[in-house]
């Protein structure tokens, strides 16, 4: 339990089969509290409502009050968000959800608590509901076709903000997927967007990037810095230099590898996330007042998929500018995945100490199968062997229905109730895709195909935060870029190919049945001749742009 929590007079449980079971002894419904270490508004919540004795008394007489870490539940977290964290849920002893809310001050919790009760007296269980995303819903099927990319171009130009940079006119999240898509197709958005996010959420003084801004001109950031946002952002700058060449991008990369190399480095791996500090002041201070003041604290644990976010953006940036810090510090988390948190080809959310996370979650498989892949593609690191092993287990266990699960049909509440999410299921088609273009093994990109075509009924509802999608089908019906080289990684040849002006592309240094001394670009069945200079290779793989 955190420090904050502690400190509230609630007598929290943690989430387990006990709550569940004193709740149904006792007649009494759950009040659940979804926070997290980094969230200013959850410790807020925790003195303001939680920490008045009142409240507190009334939620230990009236309910069975558990606290989940929404970082190490995810899946918890994404059957009862109520939209934003904290989030305060009341379910039934069997886990079905009664009503829920965001941020409740002390007049507001009083009003809900009173609420609850009512229903809870009037009604018992039966007023417990299933939410629709959970309720076992296939999502609508359909072929994929060339309107999905461009449908989603589309979605960026009716979304995109003119003014500001970025897509939407209220709260602005990086959105560092849609900057990739944006890159290659409406780069001018891309570019202006990322201009935009380094004005006003990167933290000149550490470095690093704030979570998002409350304001629709980039105004009013929320200051936690989350291991899985830099991450990201590192590869969406890494990518937007690959393209432009501008330092203009390379510098906010760089200087946030120097803030994962250093406040969120645990000494193997790095931290999930850095709050923002009581009541946010640290972040507002002048250089030389943040200098002498405390920081804000750090969760040390180290999870799988933000980790193998940060492998995947730093092997990026490396492949780009030869940095070798970045790659010493990637070679290093990579290794403690390998070691502490992949095992016969599960992985482990996180390990803490004696604490376990869970074991096959999708979010964990599909990041990790592209950091394996990806230094494969950069290193030449032996780790295809690896990446198979978990993509099988992710098939084997999650696949179902023609697409991915969030994790096991297994768990307490609504932990065994199907969650299929978009975002997930696109991350583990892209990795697979990336995985059949390297082994050649088919069921890699049939399952890919299949996973998409699960959601291509739908993808008129799509809006740009998940241009992922249109990107992957993209992919399944042009085919990947390949690059396939006969010379160790690290060659010029193969640094030459991983400069190549298309991010989606897939590299194989040691290619079998390629010279050495020579590059062979492939898209489908169709290949150029062996290329042996840098120049040579330019231009061969414009012979194979999609029309």
Same mark, same amino acid.
């Given at each position: 339990?955190?420090?904050?929590?502690?400190?509230?007079?609630?007598?929290?449980?943690?989430?387990?089969?006990?709550?569940?079971?004193?709740?149904?002894?006792a007649?009494?419904?759950?009040?659940?509290?979804?926070?997290?270490?980094?969230?200013?508004?959850c410790?807020?919540?925790d003195?303001?409502?939680?920490?008045?004795?009142?409240?507190?008394?009334?939620?230990?007489?009236?309910?069975?009050?558990?606290?989940?870490?929404v970082?190490?539940?995810?899946?918890v977290?994404?059957?009862?968000?109520m939209?934003?964290?904290?989030?305060?849920?009341f379910?039934?002893?069997?886990?079905e959800?009664?009503?829920?809310?965001?941020?409740?001050g002390?007049?507001?919790?009083?009003?809900?608590i009173?609420s609850?009760?009512?229903?809870?007296?009037?009604?018992g269980s039966s007023?417990?509901?299933?939410?629709r995303?959970?309720?076992?819903?296939?999502p609508?099927a359909?072929?994929?076709?060339?309107?999905?990319?461009?449908?989603?171009?589309?979605?960026?130009?009716?979304?995109?903000?003119?003014?500001?940079?970025?897509?939407?006119?209220?709260a602005?999240?990086p959105?560092?997927?849609?900057?990739?898509?944006?890159?290659?197709?409406? =780069? !001018?958005? #891309? &570019? *202006? $967007?990322?201009?935009?996010?380094s004005?006003? @959420?990167?933290?000149?003084? /550490?470095?690093?990037?704030f979570?998002?801004?409350?304001?629709?001109?980039?105004?009013?950031?929320?200051y936690e810095?989350?291991?899985d946002?830099?991450?990201?952002l590192?590869?969406?700058?890494a990518?937007?230099?690959?393209?432009t060449?501008?330092?203009?991008? =390379? !510098?906010? #990369? &760089? *200087? $946030?590898?120097?803030?994962?190399?250093?406040? @969120?480095?645990?000494?193997? /791996?790095?931290?999930?996330?850095?709050?923002?500090?009581?009541?946010?002041?640290?972040?507002?201070l002048?250089?030389?007042?943040?200098?002498?003041a405390?920081?804000?604290?750090?969760?040390?644990?180290?999870?799988?998929?933000?980790?193998?976010?940060?492998?995947?953006?730093?092997l990026?940036?490396y492949?780009?500018?030869?940095?070798?810090?970045?790659?010493?510090?990637a070679?290093?988390?990579?290794?403690?995945?390998?070691?502490?948190?992949?095992?016969d080809?599960?992985?482990l959310?996180?390990?803490?100490?004696?604490?376990?996370?869970?074991?096959?979650?999708?979010?964990?498989?599909?990041?990790?199968?592209?950091?394996?892949?990806?230094?494969?593609?950069?290193?030449?690191a032996?780790?295809?062997?690896?990446?198979?092993?978990v993509?099988?287990?992710?098939?084997?266990?999650?696949?179902?229905?023609?697409?991915?699960?969030?994790?096991?049909?297994?768990?307490?509440?609504?932990?065994?109730?199907?969650?299929?999410?978009?975002?997930g299921n696109?991350?583990?088609?892209?990795?697979?895709?990336?995985?059949?273009?390297i082994?050649?093994?088919?069921?890699?990109?049939?399952?890919?195909?299949?996973?998409?075509?699960?959601?291509?009924?739908?993808?008129?509802?799509?809006?740009?935060?998940?241009?992922?999608?249109?990107?992957?089908?993209?992919?399944?019906?042009?085919?990947?870029?390949?690059?396939?080289v006969?010379?160790?990684?690290?060659?010029?040849?193969?640094?030459a190919?991983?400069?190549?002006?298309?991010?989606?592309?897939?590299?194989?240094?040691?290619?079998?049945?390629?010279?050495?001394?020579?590059?062979?670009?492939?898209?489908?069945?169709?290949?150029?001749?062996?290329?042996?200079?840098?120049?040579?290779?330019?231009?061969?793989?414009?012979?194979?742009?999609?029309?």
């Amino acid at each position: 339990m955190d420090e904050h929590a502690a400190r509230t007079g609630v007598e929290w449980y943690e989430w387990g089969p006990e709550p569940f079971k004193i709740a149904d002894r006792a007649g009494k419904p759950i009040l659940l509290s979804l926070s997290a270490t980094w969230c200013s508004w959850c410790h807020e919540m925790d003195e303001e409502t939680y920490g008045d004795p009142r409240i507190a008394a009334n939620i230990n007489d009236g309910f069975v009050p558990v606290r989940v870490d929404v970082d190490r539940h995810p899946r918890v977290r994404e059957r009862y968000n109520m939209g934003g964290f904290p989030s305060t849920v009341f379910l039934t002893p069997e886990g079905e959800l009664l009503t829920g809310s965001g941020y409740l001050g002390p007049e507001g919790m009083r009003q809900v608590i009173t609420s609850v009760r009512k229903m809870w007296d009037g009604k018992g269980s039966s007023a417990g509901r299933v939410p629709r995303a959970v309720s076992g819903d296939s999502p609508p099927a359909g072929q994929i076709r060339e309107e999905i990319e461009r449908h989603f171009l589309g979605a960026l130009h009716e979304t995109y903000d003119e003014r500001a940079g970025g897509w939407g006119t209220n709260a602005k999240f990086p959105m560092p997927r849609t900057i990739e898509f944006a890159l290659k197709r409406e =780069r !001018e958005q #891309a &570019e *202006r $967007t990322l201009s935009a996010i380094s004005a006003n @959420l990167f933290d000149e003084y /550490a470095g690093g990037f704030f979570r998002y801004a409350a304001e629709g001109n980039w105004a009013d950031p929320h200051y936690e810095k989350l291991l899985d946002t830099n991450a990201a952002l590192v590869r969406a700058f890494a990518n937007a230099y690959l393209y432009t060449g501008t330092e203009e991008y =390379r !510098e906010p #990369a &760089e *200087r $946030t590898i120097d803030y994962l190399t250093t406040t @969120l480095w645990t000494g193997s /791996a790095f931290a999930g996330s850095q709050s923002a500090g009581e009541g946010a002041g640290y972040y507002t201070l002048e250089p030389t007042e943040r200098e002498q003041a405390e920081a804000p604290p750090v969760d040390t644990t180290v999870f799988a998929d933000r980790n193998a976010l940060a492998v995947d953006a730093l092997l990026t940036y490396y492949a780009y500018t030869d940095e070798n810090r970045a790659r010493r510090y990637a070679e290093r988390a990579l290794d403690h995945l390998q070691r502490e948190l992949i095992d016969d080809g599960t992985v482990l959310h996180y390990l803490e100490g004696d604490e376990r996370g869970e074991r096959l979650l999708l979010a964990d498989h599909a990041h990790t199968l592209a950091a394996l892949i990806t230094a494969r593609e950069v290193l030449g690191a032996d780790t295809i062997e690896t990446a198979r092993t978990v993509a099988d287990a992710a098939i084997e266990e999650l696949f179902d229905e023609s697409s991915f699960r969030d994790g096991p049909a297994t768990g307490l509440g609504l932990l065994d109730k199907p969650l299929r999410p978009l975002d997930g299921n696109v991350e583990m088609a892209d990795a697979l895709l990336d995985l059949y273009a390297i082994t050649g093994t088919e069921r890699y990109r049939d399952v890919a195909r299949e996973t998409v075509e699960t959601f291509a009924g739908a993808y008129d509802r799509f809006g740009p935060q998940v241009t992922g999608f249109g990107a992957v089908t993209t992919r399944l019906l042009n085919e990947t870029l390949t690059i396939h080289v006969g010379d160790a990684a690290g060659s010029d040849l193969h640094r030459a190919a991983l400069r190549v002006g298309d991010h989606e592309k897939v590299v194989v240094p040691d290619a079998t049945g390629v010279e050495d001394g020579t590059a062979v670009a492939r898209r489908g069945d169709r290949s150029t001749d062996p290329a042996a200079t840098p120049d040579e290779l330019e231009r061969s793989v414009r012979t194979l742009s999609i029309a």
